[in-house]
């Protein structure tokens, strides 16, 4: 079964500093990976996927992530921090396997907040 | 924006009493899903559907029901609401197979007193 961990449920970085948001994951198949994110009082929107093209993943609003199968990881980085980014993250697996149940397994989310 | 509608948005009930949920999306995608989303949880799957008439559990379905008579529409009903079915529940659609990339509605606001 396929799972995601998320480590720090509460991330603060000052403005203008690296972000980095940590998820590591457990599948049985070559996973697809994914970073959502989620303002307040809104649904979720996707960051960036990655799909088993580039290990290197790019996003919207500056924001990358790494695949490394070694160490099972898919940690969000951004290189400085704005405002804006104040949210909730949350990664995601999904197995992918083409019979209609592609249900994405998420971790519990961590909520990035921006010293000014 | 895969436009999915939710309603209610928010909704107050009590303890014991029925409650729909209603996901409706206009993009014909045909698999469709209902989340839950708490606190220290994430977002667990309840129910989903992969065609009309055609729905599965999820990993928390316990007390839940699901049905999908037309394309565009899913519908969720809590059929004796429980304070622990206090929640946020996202409904998701996507078109395809094969990455599971998600669309979201945003979201419904359940209180059970």
């Known amino acids: 079964a396929q799972s995601v961990t998320q480590l720090g449920s509460h991330v603060s970085v000052s403005e203008g500093a690296l972000v980095l948001l940590r998820c590591n994951y457990s599948s049985s198949v070559p996973p697809y990976l994914f970073w959502y994110v989620q303002y307040p009082n809104q649904g979720l929107q996707l960051l960036l996927k990655?799909?088993?093209?580039?290990?290197l993943v790019k996003g919207i609003n500056g924001f990358e992530a790494e695949f490394k199968k070694s160490e099972t990881s898919f940690h969000l980085t951004k290189p400085s921090a704005h405002m804006s980014d104040a949210a909730e993250y949350f990664c995601?697996?999904?197995?992918?396997?083409?019979?209609?149940?592609?249900?994405?397994?998420f971790g519990t989310g961590t909520r990035l907040t921006i010293i000014p | 924006d895969a436009g999915i509608t939710q309603s209610p948005r928010h909704k107050v009930t009590e303890t014991g009493t029925p409650v729909t949920l209603r996901c409706h999306q206009t993009?014909?995608?045909?698999?469709m899903y209902w989340y839950r989303q708490d606190p220290g949880h994430g977002l667990r799957l309840i129910h989903y559907s992969y065609g009309v008439k055609d729905t599965d559990k999820g990993e928390v379905s316990d007390g839940y029901s699901v049905s999908r008579s037309k394309t565009e529409d899913f519908l969720l009903t809590l059929e004796s609401a429980t304070s622990s079915q206090t929640s946020v529940y996202f409904c998701?659609?996507?078109?395809?197979?094969?990455?599971?990339?998600?669309?979201f509605g945003e979201g419904s606001r359940l209180t059970v007193l």
């Open positions: 995601a697996v999904s197995e992918g396997t083409n019979f209609g149940n592609e249900k994405l397994t």
């Open positions: 998701a659609t996507h078109a395809w197979t094969g990455t599971g990339e998600l669309f």
């Open positions: 990655y799909t088993s093209a580039a290990t």
């Open positions: 993009e014909n995608h045909r698999y």
